[in-house]
């Protein structure tokens, strides 16, 4: 089943985010856009390649409108262990957020009950608290940080202009389609 238009859940759970251990809620979460970044663990091979390369792309998300959150089903202890043991790690200025009850990772789906670990999972979720755009891959694959800006780029301008929509490889300030029947050729 498709987890497009979904709300989030209410949660509450601990971060750590720039070197402090706060409270994070869905509520906090709301009016601006945001993606949910999960990862499998803390102290792993992946998983620092792709958060290091969310932490080089992170101004550019904030200078859209979009906060990111890093999840895995660590504790917030573990993520500041982590932090303070890694410099790659030590890049990262967006908040850390802990699901050691698995109980975002069962929300967004990609808990892997099995392991107590989340799947790879990055999703786009609107203002309102709604997915609009979500891919889950293989534990051993890492994501690229600049697709995923472009899909939130591309989710921000869909959202805005109702009537258009965006290629494959669609950039801003590209040609957008607006789709109508002779497009479709049904007409």
């Given at each position: 089943m498709s987890?497009?238009?979904?709300?989030v859940l209410d949660f509450s759970v601990m971060a750590f985010h720039n070197g402090e251990f706060k409270t994070i809620s869905k509520e906090d979460t709301l009016g601006k856009w945001s993606v949910y970044f999960f990862y499998p663990a803390d102290f792993?091979?992946?998983?620092?390649?792709?958060?290091?390369?969310?932490?080089?792309k992170y101004k550019d998300f904030q200078e859209i409108g979009c906060e990111i959150y890093s999840v895995s089903c660590d504790s917030h202890f573990v993520?500041?262990?982590?932090?303070?043991?890694?410099?790659?790690i030590q890049k990262?200025?967006?908040?850390?957020?802990?699901?050691p009850t698995g109980v975002l990772a069962r929300s967004f789906d990609v808990m892997i009950e099995s392991d107590g670990m989340a799947e790879r999972g990055s999703f786009i979720v609107?203002?309102?608290?709604?997915?609009?755009?979500?891919e889950v891959i293989a534990g051993n694959v890492g994501r690229n940080a600049e697709e995923l800006f472009?899909?939130?780029?591309?989710?921000?301008?869909?959202?805005?202009?109702?009537?258009?929509?965006?290629?494959?490889k669609w950039q801003p300030g590209e040609k957008t389609l607006k789709?109508?029947?002779?497009?479709?050729?049904?007409?």
């Open positions: 987890l497009i238009n979904k709300d792993t091979f992946v998983c620092p390649t792709e958060l290091e390369d969310l932490a080089n993520h500041k262990a982590w932090h303070d043991a890694s410099k790659t990262i200025t967006y908040p850390m957020l802990a699901d609107n203002p309102e608290g709604k997915i609009v755009a979500y472009r899909r939130v780029q591309a989710s921000q301008f869909v959202a805005e202009h109702g009537d258009e929509v965006c290629p494959a789709p109508s029947l002779d497009l479709v050729g049904l007409i």
